[in-house]
């Protein structure tokens, strides 16, 4: 088996864009999923509805089909609508939670932040997946849970410099070209905003549910609405809100600080009608062990913090299993 690098990768992306540029630009025009419409100048204002029927049917052929993961029975998406919320500190905690919760159950996490990996260092690992024979990358695993991530495929600082295309190309190959073998949860640790990533996932795997990660702060609140509403359009069900950096507990005197303001993510979530899945404290000790690659889920299992999102895991799987009933 040989190892994937950077460089590989981005030949094999490339050379897969190529070829669909060829096949886009081609002198002979044939019908397939690409959703050009022609307008013809002698429409007449009565053909209108006709010709917005048309386009209606030649933009659902263009929509892409749901194709599930091979071997994953359930994607939860982990999402925010801006950066710094806390969002893959909880994905990796929520997969972890998983797991501690069940032990029986399989968990998997990917990393589709492609620009700003943060998987490889919450979860400690390094190194280049290797390939199966049927070219099919293995993820790298730690603490029982099989990771995948453009962070390994890069040195530590060294920027992506990818275009749209060359992006949306290397989120298909890290959701069908793994070998994650058999998982009841795979947990993706999406990139913050409602761009392309976002819009791609949710069209072309079938969802099973999406949690929002905030902080109360108003600000951080209007873009974790924006966030829910996207994936409310896209027919992906809302599990509910984590309220991140809920409350700073003083270490040495035991005083409660609400620095990003109180209960901000719960009112939304009433707002939203959707549930508040939790409150996870600001603490130290998440910040530490998160730099150190041992989350606190399995690094200090007793804490309030690690019981904070083992409690988040277990009202995602009642979400979960509320959603498909």
């Known amino acids: 088996m040989a190892p994937l690098t950077y ?21 002979e025009s044939k019908p397939g999923p690409a959703c050009y419409v022609q307008f013809t100048r002698r429409q007449r204002s009565g053909d ?30 982990v999402a925010s609508g801006k950066g710094g919320v806390g969002k893959s500190t909880t994905a990796v905690n929520l997969a972890l939670g998983l797991l501690a919760n069940d032990p ?15 998987i ?10 290797e390939l199966t024979d049927d070219n099919l990358m293995i993820p790298l695993v730690n603490y029982g849970v099989p990771c995948m991530s453009m962070g390994f495929l890069v040195d530590d600082g060294a920027p992506i410099v990818w275009r749209g295309l060359m992006v949306m190309s290397a989120i298909e190959r890290l959701l069908r070209h793994v070998d994650w073998g058999s998982l009841d949860y795979l947990v993706v640790d999406m990139p913050p905003g409602t761009g392309d990533v976002q819009l791609s996932i949710s069209q072309n795997v079938p969802v099973a549910g999406a949690v929002i990660v905030s902080t109360p702060q108003d600000i ?6 924006r966030g829910a509403e996207m994936f409310r359009k896209v027919h992906v069900p809302v599990l509910g809100l984590v309220q991140n950096m809920s409350v700073f507990q003083c270490p040495k005197c035991d005083h409660r600080t609400h620095i990003f303001g109180s209960d901000g993510a719960r009112r939304l979530a009433d707002t939203l009608g959707v549930q508040l899945l939790g409150d996870v404290p600001l603490h130290l000790n998440i910040r530490e062990m998160s730099d150190e690659g041992k989350p606190v889920v399995v690094s200090s299992p007793d804490s309030p913090e690690a019981a904070a999102y083992r409690k988040v895991a277990a009202a995602v799987v009642q979400r979960l299993e509320e959603v498909s009933t």
């Open 7 to 27: 460089s590989r990768m981005s030949h094999l992306l490339r050379s897969s864009i190529s070829r669909l540029s060829v096949i886009r630009t081609g002198t």
């Open 48 to 77: 209108s509805q006709a010709l917005q029927e048309r386009q209606r049917q030649q933009m659902a052929k263009g929509l892409p089909r749901q194709k599930p993961i091979a071997g994953v029975k359930q994607v939860v998406v």
């Open 104 to 118: 029986l159950k399989s968990v998997g996490l990917l990393d589709a932040d492609v620009y700003g990996p943060s």
């Open 220 to 225: 951080a609140l209007l873009d974790a609405r």
């Open 120 to 129: 490889p260092k919450l979860m400690n690992l390094k190194g280049n997946p």
